[in-house]
């Protein structure tokens, strides 16, 4: 039972360039979320899925996109990277639809963008 | 909107000292609020969530927090720290059917 599981654990781009990170979770949940920190910001939404087939925008969507692909995947896309995007990215779920579920979350993607 | 303020980015005691992480929130409705922690180069586990009922939530690793509402305020405590329980710790808030507000996180220091 691996938990909640994210690709790559590091990643360099150059402005403009696209990447998709990736997420994945063994736990059957139905909602996961992409999060984002930066030093002295604490976590920051940016996409969620309550549940397979439905995505909502955060609170910082802009420049993202994501596809959850199937119960277990959830991927988030940058299309044309910026300096700004510099940051740490969290990928959770939970098990519930509701806000009050504990969220699990992977261990990160450290992403520059230089 | 909901909000989340908490007091002090960096705190360090010393080995057995207790410990009090401060967190006061800002919310229109009932409150749900939650401690999370993260250990270096990990993602976040929950500590302890108040949702109703008893206004103290005992955690897990012998942490606990009370929810003061005329304070507006859920302080995370331990009564003596240990090493391990070096981390950055986070509170948030929602209203059970809004996205959680994390605050800033305070980082804990644990000096031997």
């Known amino acids: 039972n691996a938990g909640v599981t994210q690709t790559p654990k590091f990643q360099v781009l150059k402005t403009g360039q696209s990447m998709t990170l990736q997420c994945a979770q063994d736990m059957n949940h139905n909602s996961m979320y992409w999060y984002r920190q930066d030093p002295g910001m604490g976590l920051r939404l940016i996409y969620y899925?309550?549940?397979?087939?439905?995505?909502d925008k955060g609170e910082v969507p802009n420049g993202y996109n994501v596809s959850r692909l199937n119960k277990r995947e959830f991927s988030l896309r940058l299309e044309s990277a910026a300096p700004s995007q510099t940051s740490v990215y969290f990928c959770?779920?939970?098990?519930?639809?509701?806000?009050?579920?504990?969220?699990?979350f992977g261990p990160g993607t450290r992403l520059t963008v230089t | 909107a909901q909000s989340v303020t908490q007091l002090g980015s960096h705190v360090s005691v010393s080995e057995g000292a207790l410990v009090l992480l401060r967190c006061n929130y800002s919310s229109s409705v009932p409150p749900y609020l939650f401690w999370y922690v993260q250990y270096p180069n990990q993602g976040l586990q929950l500590l302890l969530k108040?949702?109703?009922?008893?206004?103290l939530v005992k955690g897990i690793n012998g942490f606990e927090a009370e929810f003061k509402k005329s304070e507006t305020s859920f302080h995370l405590t331990k009564p003596s720290a240990h090493m391990s329980d070096a981390a950055e710790y986070f509170c948030a808030v929602n209203s059970g059917n809004t996205p959680l507000v994390f605050g800033k996180g305070t980082r804990l220091s644990v000096i031997a």
């Open positions: 108040y949702t109703t009922g008893a206004t």
């Open positions: 899925s309550a549940s397979e087939g439905t995505t």
């Open positions: 959770a779920s939970s098990g519930g639809t509701g806000w009050l579920y504990e969220q699990y």
